[in-house]
């Protein structure tokens, strides 16, 4: 029994021990307050730091630029140049033929798109799919082919062997394109396309007599520079081009397995305000 006090007191003696050091701190210590009070000024986030300069335009041994994936790499091209008739796109309107300005305006309005039903669209249209383009270059081949991810399947070859364009053509959804160097730009030369696609997002018309220039500059290697110009002497009453646009490189992105048919969620843009719409033809030519 003479032990308890001692055993008590040690006890006690303890837990002051351990109670005064965290009381000393909590009182040492300033009151913090939770959240930000109603009225007070909030910071500005920190600004993100800058991006980096973009690596020089990537080329081949003989100097010519490379549009694609340089060796060892793998990257797509951003989309780009959803509507080429655009007041924002163009220093003055483009010259519409007037029914040509009725189709353009009709489809503004009804968006009856063929893309959406997993047409091909040539034109500046294959560079406005979902997951943008591959540019593959086959120098032995001397022919650059360029895929639509997200599209219906379809590519379009370009042959720089400098065959000329054949007499005789059957109208196409992509036509027929050639294309040469002239410097650090490529030019591409098409013809022979067919009237079931738009060449844009828009729905900029177009007629079979359409001859559709584009000229391709990679000015350093995230940057594409695309430019075309529009001779259509069926829809429009002169030669135009829209302002310059500009592709993004998406680098370690690639190519995709890509069913359209089976992964179209642009539904409700195949019939638009319309009632309904014509499949009886084929879907890829």
């Not at 040690?10 to 701190?25: I, K």
Request: with cysteine; hydrophobic share 35%; net charge negative.
């Amino acid at each position: 029994m003479r032990h308890r006090p001692v055993i008590a007191g040690a006890a006690l003696g303890l837990l002051l021990v351990v109670l005064l050091p965290a009381t000393s701190f909590s009182q040492a210590t300033p009151s913090v307050q939770v959240g930000t009070p109603a009225g007070a000024p909030v910071a500005a986030p920190p600004p993100a730091p800058p991006k980096p300069p973009a690596k020089p335009t990537p080329r081949w041994p003989d100097g010519k630029p490379i549009l694609g994936a340089p060796p060892g790499e793998k990257g797509i091209w951003d989309s780009c140049c959803g509507n080429l008739s655009s007041a924002d796109n163009n220093k003055t309107p483009p010259p519409f033929l007037p029914w040509a300005k009725m189709v353009y305006q009709d489809r503004l309005a009804n968006q009856l798109e063929p893309h959406t039903r997993c047409k091909p669209s040539g034109g500046a249209r294959q560079f406005v799919t979902p997951y943008g383009s591959e540019l593959a270059e086959f120098r032995e081949l001397q022919q650059i082919v360029i895929f639509d991810i997200g599209g219906p399947h379809t590519f379009r070859v370009i042959y720089l062997d400098g065959r000329p364009h054949p007499k005789d053509l059957t109208p196409s959804y992509y036509g027929h394109s050639i294309g040469r160097w002239e410097g650090d730009t490529l030019v591409v030369d098409t013809i022979g396309f067919n009237e079931k696609f738009w060449i844009d997002r828009a729905g900029t018309p177009h007629t079979e007599k359409l001859r559709f220039i584009e000229r391709f500059t990679r000015t350093d290697h995230d940057t594409l520079k695309y430019e075309v110009t529009i001779d259509d002497p069926g829809a429009y009453s002169a030669t135009w081009s829209p302002n310059a646009f500009t592709m993004t490189w998406d680098a370690d992105e690639e190519l995709f397995e890509y069913q359209c048919q089976q992964s179209n969620f642009a539904h409700e843009l195949m019939v638009g305000t319309m009632q309904r719409v014509d499949r009886s033809t084929v879907i890829v030519p």
